[in-house]
């Protein structure tokens, strides 16, 4: 694969020749940041980091809302030498508290002694007697001002950190994935290629840019590929769903990615479809979550009328620690659905079949650059039997920042140990889910993510479904318990929906489950990025029991 410039060396090459770049929307408003823009901004972020004594190698903790800003504060920070550290913002309705507690637990992991932040978010962060007393600096984008930039620019190499990436957090303990220039360049490139990008796309993204997806996707991407991509708040999404596609239509977008769960939203939410234009969406990415065929099959038959045609759907696979995408579809092709056995699933093998059984989606074939193996507990299977996604090639992360007991569980000769269980079926990858995840009942694999979809099939399920395996040591094998989101209070109608899940799991995968719990919307946990917890959600049923 040819090896693709670092993004501040792209970004001034893009600005030379007045390419596009972001368009931000804020309700009716568009704000236009081309490339000659972003890099005036770059340069005067930069120059302020520096200023403020950031050192080549540095980490800067970046706490801002999608906006000029970030982008300005992400790519300044690598144009200074230094290492950008995007951090999650809350939604307009979100808890600031924890906000400033994870930045507390960041910061001290990245021994980070500059900050980005404003308004509210800085507000709080300089309260905070623990952060106060490791920063020696604050850099709020309403005081930045032009500050004079250096003769010359810090040097970057191809294999300094370009980026440190925090995990989801599902736990306490956030991790930092170390993505290198090389890394990153090698990864925007793969997405561009496995996407057959053209200067003619126009993208649109509503995803967090502190997350990866919509970091590297949506913002890293058209700096080594330039085209033009529009960016919506996620709260614009979240509070109304429609906003996203109705946006789409109007500027034209015919790439936007999204996870699986987005999609189903759309289906269940939005009324007169027939009002939308989806007619020149050609790239529906559909990752960050199991991709399901139900929601392939539910949103392409919803907006069929709006022009949607199925074979737009772009289902892959990534993960932060190979910076982003490992594996996709050709383009063009469209989803790949594939029906398997169920009782040979349970016992770790894909055997196909003609009817019945369980339809699963392909995510695609190994992205530029990338290699994927499935492993077992003796080393590398073959295709067909089920074990964990292993993957390694340039976009690998160079291991979790000063973790090096976790990065050596991660990382063996070169290949990352994704933790994804899954298989290799007519030469393309099917992820079956976490193999932390793994419920072990009577002696059968029972796959979370297969008893959640039929949970959510049940017309009384508002919201979302999380089920996870509890201890039980009388009966010598795991517990299942099913927790949804649900509207209904009646005391007889939440008896009929947790009888009817309990059927439609005994009837679907000859699986008993033993416990339905009904919670109230928004009452499962999910991480920043929209992933059910399944643990915090563990937790919380174990509290509350």
């Not at 999204?258 to 939203?265: D, I, R, S, T």
């Not at 889910?433 to 008893?451: H, M, T």
Request: hydrophobic share 45%; net charge neutral.
């Amino acid at each position: 694969m040819p090896e693709a410039p670092i993004l501040p060396v792209a970004l001034e090459r893009n600005a030379a020749a007045d390419a596009p770049y972001l368009v931000f929307h804020a309700g009716e408003v568009q704000r236009r940041l081309d490339a000659r823009e972003a890099w005036v901004e770059a340069r005067r972020w930069a120059a302020a980091m520096l200023a403020a004594g950031a050192r080549r190698g540095d980490r800067v903790p970046i706490l801002l809302p999608t906006s000029k800003d970030f982008v300005g504060a992400f790519l300044g920070a690598q144009l200074a030498g230094a290492v950008p550290v995007p951090l999650p913002t809350p939604l307009t309705f979100g808890r600031l508290d924890r906000t400033i507690e994870r930045l507390d637990r960041i910061v001290t992991d990245a021994d980070a002694r500059l900050l980005v932040s404003t308004g509210r978010y800085a507000r709080a962060a300089g309260a905070h007697a623990g952060l106060t007393a490791r920063l020696r600096g604050m850099l709020d984008p309403e005081a930045l001002g032009t500050p004079r930039a250096p003769t010359r620019w810090p040097g970057v190499d191809a294999d300094d950190l370009a980026l440190l990436q925090y995990t989801s957090g599902t736990s306490g303990d956030p991790k930092g994935v170390e993505i290198t220039h090389r890394a990153l360049a090698a990864n925007t490139l793969a997405i561009a290629e496995a996407l057959a990008i053209e200067p003619h796309d126009v993208g649109l993204s509503w995803l967090p840019v502190f997350h990866d997806m919509g970091l590297i996707g949506a913002i890293c991407t058209p700096v080594t590929r330039p085209f033009e991509v529009h960016s919506l708040a996620p709260e614009a999404f979240i509070m109304r769903p429609r906003r996203w596609l109705h946006t789409l239509g109007e500027v034209g977008a015919t790439i936007s990615p999204a996870p699986n769960f987005a999609y189903a939203l759309c289906t269940s939410r939005i009324d007169r479809p027939d009002e939308l234009r989806l007619d020149g969406w050609r790239a529906a990415l559909n990752g960050a979550e199991t991709v399901y065929a139900a929601t392939l099959d539910g949103f392409s038959d919803r907006f069929a009328r709006a022009g949607f045609r199925r074979d737009a759907f772009t289902p892959v696979y990534g993960l932060a620690e190979s910076t982003l995408v490992v594996t996709a579809p050709p383009p063009g092709r469209g989803p790949r659905e594939t029906r398997f056995d169920v009782t040979a699933l349970e016992r770790g093998r894909a055997v196909e079949v003609d009817h019945g059984g369980r339809a699963l989606v392909s995510v695609g074939v190994p992205a530029a650059g990338a290699e994927v193996r499935i492993a077992g507990a003796g080393g590398p299977v073959d295709a067909g039997v089920v074990g964990e996604i292993q993957t390694r090639g340039p976009s690998v992360m160079r291991g979790y920042f000063r973790r090096a007991d976790a990065s050596a569980a991660s990382l063996d000769d070169g290949w990352l140990r994704t933790g994804d269980l899954g298989f290799v079926h007519g030469g393309e990858l099917y992820v079956k889910g976490r193999a932390k995840d793994l419920i072990v009942q009577s002696g059968r694999n029972v796959y979370p993510d297969d008893v959640e979809q039929i949970a959510l099939l049940d017309p009384a399920v508002r919201g979302a479904a999380a089920a996870f395996a509890v201890s039980d040591e009388r009966r010598g094998t795991d517990a299942l318990v099913v927790v949804v989101e649900v509207t209904e209070r009646d005391p007889d109608t939440r008896a009929r929906v947790a009888k009817a899940i309990r059927g439609r799991v005994l009837d679907a995968l000859s699986v008993g489950v033993d416990e339905v719990a009904l919670w109230p919307l928004g009452a499962i946990p999910r991480t920043t990025s929209g992933k059910v917890r399944r643990s915090a959600c563990r937790d919380a049923w174990s509290r509350a029991s």
